[in-house]
């Protein structure tokens, strides 16, 4: 396995008008950003970028490294990762960026089905016009990561869109939840997706909030749900679970 390196976590600090945009974290985002979660930010940041890989193992002492930092701070963090299942950690052997199974991809899919809609129409019952600024600002900084190119920041800030939505209607709980589904969900991403298969269009965020704008959830739920069906379309989910390579096949 991959060990992980100092290189993972050195976020794109170019500002020339030629060169990348420069890519803000989650918590820049929904305003949640300080300090202290910095260090879970960067490396939550790095999983949704796809700059690290499910199955990387996180060395407490090389991460220490980085971020200057003791272990038992490293630690603490990785316990947060571990917690909201973008982490797994093996007794003796340490902790490991997730690799979600298939059965446990279609869960998250099924997860978020439920939870989506019931976040869009609390939304829409309590949301200003300053609510969807927010939102079509957000998707501003999808498109633009489109038109650079930026497929990493595209699939973050796609997942961010989604988080966004649970942040603005306010629950704690529901937005650890919808954060955790997100970050699980770029990581699905990364492990099945199908490379002749073309990802979503960037109108379908565009599309919700404007059925929200409206004050239509029952349209803008309809939408969102096409929308995760979309995704999930995308990505190849067939392979039978824990098949046997046939060896032969493969060196023969």
Known sequence: MALITEEFFVLNEGSSPTGPRKARSTGQILGTADKRDSIYERILN?????????????????????????????????????????VITIPNRGAYVASPSVEE???????????????????????????????YDHVALERAAREDGDKRAVIRLSGEFHTLIAQMVGSPPLIRLMRELASLTCL?????????VPACPNHEHSDIIAAMEEGNPDRAIALMLSHLNHVEATLDLSLPEDSEADLEAIFG
């Open 46 to 86: 790095a999983v949704m970028e796809h700059r690290l890989m499910p199955g990387t193992k996180l060395v407490e002492e090389k991460l220490a490294r980085v971020f200057e930092v003791n272990r038992t701070r490293v630690r603490e963090v990785l316990a947060r990762l571990a917690y909201e299942g973008v």
């Open 105 to 135: 991809a279609r869960h998250v899919f099924e997860a978020r089905r439920i939870l989506e809609p019931a976040l869009i129409r609390t939304l829409v019952a309590k949301a200003d016009g300053g609510a969807f600024k927010r939102l």
């Open 188 to 196: 699905i991403i990364l492990l099945y997706d199908s490379p002749n």
